[in-house]
T-cell receptor, first 113, second 116 residues
Framework: GDSVTQMEGPVTLSEEAFLTINCTYT??????LFWYVQYPGEGLQLLLK?????DKGSNKGFEATYRKETTSFHLEKGSVQVSDSAVYFC????????????FGAGTTVTVRA | KAGVTQTPRYLIKTRGQQVTLSCSPI?????VSWYQQTPGQGLQFLFE???????NKGNFPGRFSGRQFSNSRSEMNVSTLELGDSALYLC???????????????FGPGTRLTVL
């Protein structure tokens, strides 16, 4: 079945540091890939997405590139802020599976001023 | 446009009781999915409803059930609660555009269930 493996946390960074969270996946066919973010006490928000190989998703300074050859979708941000402190989830869905989301375990990121 | 709403936001129950959680999707969205979030198991898919029919089901015992109404609002029910059912239950809705590569799911804030 589908599965997503992402870097274990927690990750603690200083403001303006570079952030990378690794994500790899296993799935049949051609999944769409997502990064979701969860701020304390809230539900999940879609951060960015990519629907085919070599697509780059980007939003709010975050980027991730769909690499089919390495089955990866690593999240990066060049300069983090305190407001980026949250839990980040890598996820995939397939049209052939009615778009059911399969999530990674989540990575807690804390950014210190 | 109003987002996905879930009620109640917090709930405390005791073992053996049953509970019903409610989810109102974004207007016009016909697909509603439910997820359970726990520190140990992470985010796990419970089930998905589309046009009042359960279309997909995760690997949960029969104590977990759900339904969807004609206005797309959905409820999930957990009977004979166990301590391990303590979790954040998230609901998500999507517009469901057919033949599209993906359908963005919009999540509600969740219902925090504590079983004592």
């Amino acid at each position: 079945g589908d599965s997503v493996t992402q870097m274990e946390g927690p990750v603690t960074l200083s403001e303006e540091a570079f952030l990378t969270i690794n994500c790899t996946y296993t799935a049949t066919g051609y999944p769409s890939l997502f990064w979701y973010v969860q701020y304390p006490g809230e539900g999940l928000q879609l951060l960015l997405k990519a629907t085919k190989a070599d697509d780059k998703g980007s939003n709010k300074g975050f980027e991730a590139t769909y690499r089919k050859e390495t089955t990866s979708f690593h999240l990066e941000k060049g300069s983090v802020q305190v407001s980026d402190s949250a839990v980040y989830f890598c996820a995939l869905s397939r049209r052939s599976n009615d778009y059911k989301l399969s999530f990674g375990a989540g990575t807690t990121v804390t950014v210190r001023a | 446009k109003a987002g996905v709403t879930q009620t109640p936001r917090y709930l405390i129950k005791t073992r053996g009781q049953q509970v019903t959680l409610s989810c109102s999707p974004i207007s016009g969205h016909r697909s509603v999915s439910w997820y359970q979030q726990t520190p140990g198991q992470g985010l796990q898919f419970l089930f998905e409803y589309f046009s009042e029919t359960q279309r997909n089901k995760g690997n949960f015992p029969g104590r977990f059930s759900g339904r969807q109404f004609s206005n797309s609002r959905s409820e999930m029910n957990v009977s004979t609660l166990e301590l391990g059912d303590s979790a954040l239950y998230l609901c998500a809705s999507s517009l469901e555009v057919t033949l599209r590569a993906y359908n963005e799911q919009f999540f509600g804030p969740g219902t925090r269930l504590t079983v004592l």
